[in-house]
């Protein structure tokens, strides 16, 4: 299924966008996961690849993705269990480009294409280097989602947006994964920025801890990804019905704010 096509489609039927974000391999039922969180409302699923290094990640995805490693999750694993999902709805990879290069970019988005992932977001894959994998991933029909960092230059976010597929992801502000008390106001600006240089979806991501925080980000931007404030209820044994819980408030706070 078609990320882009998918998320336009319900931004023009009115909906405000829900992208909760499931770690690979975190528990035997990290699978029922992705369904609960599918059947509470949202709108696409961010599959998370551990690795060793996650820069971009704070603590509590960092805990998850190591308590994912050492119950001995890998890409391959982690696939051949999401190629078991069908959802209805668009499912999209996040990890690291050492996982992409070690497999090489065309296997690796094969690979992606085969198991039924639709987009694939990688933090700490430069611009002004991605195009041996944009172009595996274009010719494997896997969409590169970018993302813009509140501190991004006019002209880089334009052709952040150039080259991004699927969606942008708007970063919230500085720094790494994890939850916050309130929305940064970078979050604001940013998006606002990536509105007006693109007609792609919109998302903000990183710090959206809370049902109203997602509907305030949702006033500027045509949605959210709701990361830590997801592992944290798993982490702390919620499973699929605490995942269902959580995400299903996201939603009616979306549906609300409309």
Partial sequence: MNLESHLRARREAGARLLVPYVTGGLGHDWTDVVRAVVDAGADAVEIGIPFSDPVMDGPTIQAASQRALDAGATPT?????????????????????????????????????????????????????????????????????????????????????????????????????????????????????????????????????????AAEASTVADGVVVGSALIARLLEGGGPAGAHELIASFRAALDASD
């Fill in 77 to 213: 694993s982690i696939l051949a269990d999401a190629r078991t999902l069908d959802v209805g709805i668009p499912l999209a990879v996040m990890t690291y480009c050492n996982l992409v290069f070690h497999a090489g970019c065309v296997r690796f988005a094969e690979a992606l294409r085969d198991a039924g992932i639709a987009g694939a977001i990688l933090p700490d894959l430069p611009l002004g280097e991605i195009g041996e994998w944009a172009d595996a991933a274009d010719a494997a029909d896997v969409e590169t989602v970018m993302l813009a960092a509140p501190n991004t230059t006019d002209e880089r976010l334009a052709a952040i947006c150039a080259r991004s597929r699927g969606f942008v992801y708007g970063v919230s502000l500085m720094g790494i994964t994890g939850e916050r008390a309130s929305l940064a106001d970078s979050a604001t600006r940013i998006a606002s920025r990536a509105k007006a240089a693109t007609d792609l979806p919109v998302l903000l991501g990183v710090g959206i801890s809370t049902p109203e925080q």
